[in-house]
């Protein structure tokens, strides 16, 4: 049996990284910025962890779908940005939401990482292995971004998002989903982890730092999106015989209000019909597309019986998507 989403919830931090405080650290424009990007400011998280956000959007989302935190048998988090490799943000999450009865699991497909996991619910509970999963994505991306690189650090802020998913029973909910990679592309966003070393033992070990800082050829990736985000949302579409004009609500990764504008204009949508919240929150990676859905449903805009298309795509080079029906 598919799968419904029963509730949603985020957190944003309170710190507002304006324009115009970083046109004091880097030469640059709020102009250009808007122009370039569409972005006016980005949260920043100040104090609090990745784990700390997570644990925020999951509590809301709990709530909003009526479901107690023993009822969770899975928690997946989509992080680039985890507090540490072990313990997980999913099990620090578990511990403080006191979800005894969940497994739990970080992965990164970096910004495609709420669609595949909303796959991966979907497929847990199709298979009938899970009953309630509890996706979340959060990132604190402001610990990977270098203030002295201006081609990266007025694009990206923080946040995280969350979803509980459930059996459906009523033909409602997830109709289909894609998942895509394209690994050759993959140093086009680059975030280092651990150094690679020839000789662990040589005099000369790389230290974290030289390889920390998020870098991207911005127009590799923008062409990129030019072909994966209509593959994406035509696979979505493709398997349920739907069409782009029967879609209520697109939402899509918010990296670039042009990407948006490209998507409008070759399937001929008003622009209206697709969620925008990145001239607020910038790029948050996997944490843009719940944010906008929690938003979009503390602001009444969603309704029963909406066919509503998620698209991702970044780091990875990755994209997918999933249709649900409300
Ligand atoms: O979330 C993962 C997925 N990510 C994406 O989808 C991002 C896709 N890429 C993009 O959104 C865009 O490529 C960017 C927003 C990253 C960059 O926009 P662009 O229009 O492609 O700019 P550009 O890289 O071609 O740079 C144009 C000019 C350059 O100057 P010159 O060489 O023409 O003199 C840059 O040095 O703009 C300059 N520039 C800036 N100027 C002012 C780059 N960053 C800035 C800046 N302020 N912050």
Known sequence: MQSKMLGVGSYVPEYR????????LVETSDEWIVQRTGIHERR??????????????????????????????LILVSTVTPDS?????????QAALG?????????????????YAVEMADSYIRSGKKKRVLVISAERLHSVIDYTDRTT??????GAGAAVFAPSGDGSGVLSTYSMADGTMGDALYIGALPVEDDPFGASRPTVTDT???TMAGNDVFRFTATAVPAAIDKALEQVGKTADEVDWFVLHQANQRIIKMVAKKYGLDERKIYINMDRFGNTSSASVP???????????????????????????TYGSALIRL
């Not at 990284?17 to 004091?24: G, K, S």
């Not at 100040?46 to 048998?73: C, F, N, S, W």
């Not at 650090?153 to 923080?158: E, I, M, R, S």
């Not at 938003?295 to 066919?307: D, F, N, V």
């Open 44 to 73: 920043i998280a100040k104090g609090k962890r990745t784990a700390d956000m997570a644990l925020a959007a999951a509590q809301q989302a709990l709530a909003d779908a009526g479901v107690a935190p023993e009822e969770i048998d």
């Open 99 to 115: 979800a005894k009865n969940a497994a739990a699991l970080d992965f990164n497909a970096a910004c495609s990482g709420f669609v």
């Open 153 to 158: 650090c007025v694009l990206f802020g923080d």
């Open 17 to 24: 990284l304006t324009n115009a405080e970083l046109e004091r």
């Open 85 to 93: 490799l072990t313990p997980t943000v999913a099990c620090r999450v």
């Open 212 to 214: 920390r800082y998020l």
């Open 291 to 317: 944010l906008c859905l929690a938003e979009m449903k503390q602001k009444g805009l969603l309704h029963e019986g909406q066919l509503i298309l998620l698209a991702g795509f970044g780091g990875g080079l």
